[in-house]
């Protein structure tokens, strides 16, 4: 009994390291004061992130990506909003065949995606934009943002919009007043979960992208060049940094909405 | 007594093949405390529920106050409901969860303030208004839904199962406090409960209702003394049942053939729910005696103990009467000097034509 | 009320009336552009002509040419494995965020799995070339304790490299539908296995076990099927004999400029995965089954 217990924690503690090797490694490069990413460690600099901030092209893709995060994570957090309310509280036709549908991109291998909306792009005769890659990564976000949205609106006991519907109050005040509200937490979730992604997407962005590159699409054509490779390390870090800080204000109001709804907080993220 | 409150006639309900109501017919007089009683399933909460606008009636008609019901939905309708999870609102205070509905009316804000007060007040809430309502407890939520419906001042409350959810104590001590409130307003209560005690307790009038249809409208006293099937007798406390064949009739009497008890003439009266289709008699358990030393009753009859129960202040036998296959149970209450019969021995049980229901 | 004014009151209307923008967008940014990716594959094009008549010439290259089938085999296999793999992994930390950990906890476990996931798709690849590399980190450690004397070179530019770095990327998202499988698995039915007298093997293999099998399923598939689809991956730590079916896609999209070609293998490539998913969900049912 023992025994097993500490080979089951032997195995965590490995899996754990495995897990967690590259997201160790990249902060150590990156204040690592050599040119060349290997070891042994030379010293440590902050140059590498100084170099950042004179890099124009970087800072224009930087530009890029935030403007695709940001439409993206408003229009496929409001696309989930909808589909969750709806397959959440009503029964309709065909309801689970067009839930799975919608979810399809949660598995579609993302080359499919790429491919097929380039297809589609040149064969209607439009330019590649910064909106051709907004509009697929709206189509691979909403998947994400209705499986967090789903939960918040299931945990909503439906009980409480009739109440408000019974005390006098019309169903669209009803909707801002009690379900939005209580939903909320998850909302900002969603918004924060779809940005991020949108953020870091590479394969659709790489089909997609016209002339102006995103920033993964940037890091892609630098990861050629090895004498850019400390400064991209340095790049990696702060996503990184910035990524989970994001997480984290996710996390938090998704416990938030818990402790408000009085619900008991039992599963995770996603 | 002027028009009734509520006027449901042919009333059905059907989702897809299942059909929750059928043929509802049923008055509720203004200013009464009405319970609809029932098994789960018996379509109860249905039938709340299309008082409330909740659900839409396949066919039939709901009057409310005078007024038809159709195509008015439940934010425009003269009623509240107590909704059995309570439905408070968690991110508003205990004041601001009274003040919803009168906010939806656009009241003036400090009519709202003094109204919230009061309603507060009125369920024993005092001090509680700026409380966040997440942390109150089962009672407390209770009564801040019954403040919320009630400040709106409606012409019916509707109470969907509201105490189902509190444990024992708290559920008799709620009881009689509603009873109170409900005097206290004047407002017509119309409470769906599985309870039968709950509803024996608390109401003016009750209907029970099995499979969608209703079995029998009455006050807890007739519902309980002279119930008109052999299944609303079962529901409504305990009953044992007897065999009978019906032999003739004659003007105000009928001549029945009991099982253990014979050849019987009782008058029409007893078959409370009709003469049709009766097979058997009822009696309640606390209608037949057991006698001891020198007591006589108007009848009586030899039995064997098969089974004793004791409860303290009651003792309930299960007796074994000649030509009956299944005990039948009498509850004695354990007077002083009383003593305790075991089981084999033998029992004289006293019995009268007058406490038999001829039943179907 | 005529039976179309009860019908636009009901829940069905209303429902599929909120849906409608999502759906809307899903049919025309998913739908429309797969059906075009089909059409499409059915044409030909030589350099810059496409020719728009219907052809099978794609689909016969692209199951007939040795080159296009070996790619194909080969990336079902590191798919395969990948899968195998990811599950594998992943099935013993889910078993111990759910049993072994506090409810307390286990949020803070998922949430501990997923970080690294949130670091940046391109750079998490480049630095596992990073740790397998010649001089890498793997290769450092191990000759700085002496096990080895040169560095190993099987371990990167491969498809051992290719399947490590590709499981470590999905290895969240098996964890996630396996965990939430075993958290429903009601804990009494185990204590019942228990008091019936199975051993903590038997009772996992009899009861545990089947019961989380839908998770592992989810796993499987969430694994499986874009795992196909990944080319950056290959082209950073694959060498030549590790790259994949989605390289010569992509290749044939942009480079090789014969898109035709590029969707009859695409389309190809997802009509293999879904069979294979299709026929492993169908031996597992069919092994629950008899397992009762």
Redesign the interface.
């Known amino acids: 009994m023992l025994r097993k217990g500490h080979i089951f924690k032997w195995y965590i503690g490995i899996f754990l390291v495995f897990l967690y090797a590259p997201a160790i490694l990249l902060p150590v490069f990156a204040f690592n004061d050599s040119s060349i990413v290997s070891f042994p460690l030379k010293g440590f600099t902050t140059k590498w992130f100084a170099v950042l901030q004179t890099n124009e092209t970087l800072h224009v893709a930087v530009g890029n990506s935030l403007m695709i995060a940001v439409t993206t994570a408003l229009f496929s957090t409001l696309f989930g909003v909808l589909a969750a309310r709806a397959s959440t509280r009503f029964v309709f036709p065909a309801r689970r065949s067009i839930m799975g549908f919608i979810m399809l991109p949660m598995v579609l291998p993302e080359i499919i995606i790429g491919v097929s909306l380039l297809v589609v792009i040149i064969q209607m005769g439009f330019e590649l934009s910064l909106w051709s890659i907004i509009l697929g990564h709206i189509l691979i976000c909403t998947p994400f943002c209705i499986a967090i949205l789903s939960s918040a609106f299931m945990n909503l006991d439906q009980s409480l919009e009739e109440a408000s519907f019974d005390l006098g109050q019309t169903r669209w005040n009803t909707f801002w007043l009690v379900i939005i509200p209580l939903v909320m937490p998850g909302i900002v979730a969603s918004l924060l979960i779809a940005f991020t992604i949108s953020l870091d997407e590479f394969i659709i962005a790489f089909f997609l992208a016209g002339t102006e590159p995103t920033l993964p699409v940037y890091i892609w054509g630098q990861l050629r060049f090895p004498a850019k490779l400390p400064s991209l390390m340095a790049l990696g870090t702060i996503l990184l940094v910035l990524s989970i800080s994001l997480l984290l204000v996710a996390d938090y109001f998704r416990r938030r909405g818990i402790r408000k709804t009085g619900i008991e907080n039992t599963g995770g993220f996603l | 007594m002027t028009q009734p409150i509520i006027q449901l006639s042919g009333l059905d309900k059907f989702y897809g093949n299942f059909q929750a109501l059928s043929q509802v017919d049923l008055d509720i007089k203004t200013g009464e405390f009405f319970s609809l009683l029932g098994p789960s399933g018996c379509g109860k909460t249905t039938l709340l529920r299309s008082i ?3 659900e839409t009636p396949s066919a039939g008609s709901l009057y409310i106050d005078g007024q038809s019901m159709d ?1 008015v ?4 309708r003269p ?3 107590v ?3 309570y ?1 408070i ?3 508003m205070s205990v004041a601001e969860n009274v003040a ?2 009168l906010k ?2 656009k009241l003036p804000k400090a009519e709202i303030k003094t109204r919230v007060t009061d309603a507060i007040a009125m369920v024993g809430l005092q001090g509680f208004g700026e409380r966040a309502s ?1 942390g109150l407890s089962g009672g407390q939520r209770q009564r801040v839904a019954l403040a ?2 009630l400040v ?1 001042k409606p012409r019916v409350l509707l109470l969907d199962e509201p105490l189902s959810a509190l444990d024992k104590k708290l559920r008799e001590q709620m009881q009689s406090e509603l009873r109170q409130l409900q005097r206290a307003v004047g407002i017509t209560f119309v409470l769906v409960t599985h309870d039968q005690e709950e509803a024996l307790t608390m109401s003016d009038r009750i209907a029970v209702m099995f499979d969608g249809t209703i079995a029998q409208v009455a006050t807890p006293q007739d519902l309980y003394g002279q119930p008109c099937s052999r299944r609303v007798a079962n529901f409504i406390g305990m009953m044992n049942f007897l065999d009978a064949k019906i032999l003739s009739t004659s003007g105000e009497t009928v001549d029945v053939d009991v099982q253990s008890f014979g050849k019987l003439t009782l008058p029409l009266g007893q078959a409370t729910g009709g003469l049709e289709g009766c097979d058997a008699v009822g009696v309640r358990p606390e209608m037949l005696t057991i006698l001891t030393g020198s007591q006589t009753a108007e009848r009586e009859i030899e039995a064997v103990v098969s089974e004793v129960f004791y409860y303290g202040d009651m003792t309930y036998y299960d007796v074994r009467l000649p030509f009956k296959e299944e005990s039948v149970t009498i509850t004695m209450r354990n007077t002083a000097g009383r003593s305790i019969l075991g089981v084999g021995e033998k029992a004289r049980v006293g019995w009268s034509a007058s406490s038999l229901l001829l039943l179907k | 009320m005529t039976w179309f004014q009860k019908w636009r009151r009901g829940e069905g209307a209303q429902g599929l009336f909120l849906i409608s923008p999502t759906l809307a967008f899903t049919l025309l940014l998913l739908a429309v552009p797969l059906v075009m990716v089909i059409v499409l594959s059915f044409w030909t094009q030589d350099y810059l002509t496409l020719h728009r008549t219907f052809s099978l010439e794609n689909y016969r290259t692209a199951w007939t040419e040795p080159m296009y089938q070996y790619l194909m085999a080969r990336s079902l296999k590191i798919s395969m494995l990948v899968t195998a793999m990811t599950v594998l992994l992943a099935y013993p930390v889910a078993y111990f965020i759910s049993f072994r950990v506090s409810p307390k906890r286990k949020a803070m476990w998922i949430f501990l799995i997923t970080i690294p996931f949130w670091t940046s798709y391109l750079m998490r690849i480049f630095l596992w070339k990073v740790i397998l590399g010649y001089n890498g980190v793997v290769n450092g450690s191990l000759m700085g304790l002496g096990v080895i004397e040169q560095p190993l070179s099987f371990i990167l530019y491969n498809q051992n490299a290719v399947v490590l770095t590709l499981a470590h990327a999905w290895v969240p998202f098996a964890i996630l539908p396996i965990f939430v499988a075993l958290e429903r698995v009601d804990r009494s039915l185990i204590e019942a296995a228990e008091d019936l007298g199975d051993t903590k093997w038997r009772r996992f293999l009899r009861v545990t076990l089947p019961l989380s099998m839908p998770g592992v399923i989810a796993a499987t598939i969430i694994v499986f099927i874009p795992t196909i689809g990944d080319y950056v991956t290959p082209r950073l730590v694959g060498g030549p004999n590790g790259l994949m079916i989605a390289n010569m896609i992509e290749l044939q999209f942009k480079k090789a400029n014969d898109a035709p070609l590029g969707a009859a293998l695409a389309i190809s490539a997802m009509i293999i995965v879904t069979c294979v998913a299709l026929i492993f969900i169908w031996l597992n049912k069919k092994y629950i089954r008899e397992a009762k």
């Open positions: 409330a606008g909740f195509g939905p439940a934010n425009k009623t509240n409901m909704f059995q999870s439905a609102f968690p991110h919803y509905g939806a009316r997440h919320r419906a709106l």
